[in-house]
């Protein structure tokens, strides 16, 4: 398949020149629009939206015939690969993913194998395959999956968690179980994630939401080492340059310079480390993605433009900062805020790749 006609995003993530700096943002497609809303109706609900690759295609469009955003990014959830482990995902009305069937035994992780990821998952590749070609080179299509670790704080918890109370204290009485765990969610990750570049995905991303919760050691061990093992076992020589990968451990701070010397070439960089503070970290060996703090989307035009402003100067001068925010927009924002950003880092980053 071609190369992309705008490909700011990709040269950014490989850290070559750009005339200026590209932006996308993370759940771009979401409850924010109320042509989401709509289509997430017509659904039904949230998994059967995901499941459909017509409409999982249209909701990943949404967002770029509003805002002139550089990157796509595939239309699913992280919980999409326990799923297919079989835990039984669902969605409580305003409470956020479940499971019918946590694991939180030795005796239940030991049952657990690595499913076929063709059958299970073939309706997200399909998403990817579909969105590819509705795209037509527009803007590159980034695929993605959840760090194991975040993936398995859902599978133990069996939900959302705020302690992490349940996967800690296996962490701490049973840590080889938990390794047998996380090395099934890897190995299906591998899978999954390399299946989405066969069907088209031009760039990668890796969520480890939860990851800080860890102690730095701990991290290391739960963590970022099943995050190494992703990125080692990427099939990445599709065409003339590797597909690139982004790591985005929230909250990681100093341990930016452990991630950074995994081999991907991006790291995602939350609002709560300056982007000049993890330049330095990384010692400029990997691209970085970030980091407007999400809330700053709730004020005026003006404050929305002068956070724009700041972050730009916080990266500095050079190649490989792509715009985003350090995390997630929420549901509550006007659409139109979302505008003004956009605008704001077209208008204000050339003067940094002069
Ligand atoms: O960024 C995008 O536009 C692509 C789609 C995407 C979704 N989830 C869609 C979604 C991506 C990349 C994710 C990742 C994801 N999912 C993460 C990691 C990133 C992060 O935000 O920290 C996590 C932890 C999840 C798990 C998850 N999925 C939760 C906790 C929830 C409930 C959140 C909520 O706000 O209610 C979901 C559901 C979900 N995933 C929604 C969307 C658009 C909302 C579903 C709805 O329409 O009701």
New binding site residues.
């Given amino acids: 398949m071609a190369d992309p006609k705008n490909d700011v995003f990709l040269r950014a993530l490989r850290r070559q020149p750009t005339v200026r700096t590209p932006v996308w943002?993370?759940?771009?497609?979401?409850?924010y629009l109320p042509e989401?809303?709509e289509v997430?109706a017509e659904a039904g609900?949230?998994m059967s939206?995901?499941r459909n690759a017509r409409l999982a295609c249209e909701?990943?469009l949404q967002?770029l015939r509003r805002f002139k955003l550089d990157a796509a990014?595939?239309?699913?959830?992280?919980?999409t690969v326990p799923d297919a482990l079989g835990l039984g995902l669902y969605?409580e009305?305003?409470?956020?993913?479940r499971f019918r069937r946590p694991v939180r035994s030795a005796a239940a992780i030991r049952r657990l194998s690595v499913p076929d990821v063709h059958s299970e998952l073939g309706y997200v590749f399909e998403a990817v395959s579909t969105i590819r070609k509705a795209l037509d080179g527009r803007v590159p299509l980034?695929g993605?999956a959840?760090s194991p670790w975040?993936v398995a704080t859902?599978m133990v918890e069996g939900r959302?968690s705020r302690d992490f109370a349940i996967i800690k204290g296996l962490a701490k009485e049973d840590p080889q179980a938990l390794l047998s765990l996380l090395d099934v969610v890897t190995e299906t990750t591998v899978q999954y994630l390399n299946a989405q570049i066969d069907a088209g995905a031009q760039a990668i991303?890796v969520?480890?939401?939860?990851g800080s919760a860890l102690e730095p050691d701990d991290y290391r061990r739960f963590s970022l080492a099943n995050m190494q093992t992703i990125v080692d076992n990427l099939v990445r020589d599709k065409g003339a340059e590797p597909i690139p990968v982004i790591l985005?451990t929230?909250g990681a701070g100093a341990l930016l310079a452990d991630m950074a010397d995994t081999g991907c070439d991006a790291l995602g960089v939350d609002w709560t480390t300056d982007l000049q503070t993890a330049r330095r970290y990384v010692e400029d060996k990997v691209a970085l993605q970030g980091n407007l703090n999400p809330a700053t989307l709730r004020e005026s035009p003006e404050v929305i433009r002068q956070g724009v402003a700041d972050t730009l100067a916080s990266y500095g001068h050079g190649p490989g900062h792509v715009f985003n925010l350090g995390?997630?927009?929420?549901?509550d924002i006007d659409p139109e805020h979302l505008g003004v950003l956009v605008d704001a880092v077209h208008e204000l980053s050339p003067p940094y790749h002069e």
């Fill in positions: 943002i993370m759940r771009q497609a979401g409850r989401y809303r997430r609900d949230f939206l995901c909701v990943t967002p990014i595939l239309f699913s959830d992280i919980l969605f009305t305003g409470e956020g993913p980034i993605f959840g975040t859902y959302s991303m969520f480890d939401t939860w985005f929230k995390h997630g927009i929420t549901p």
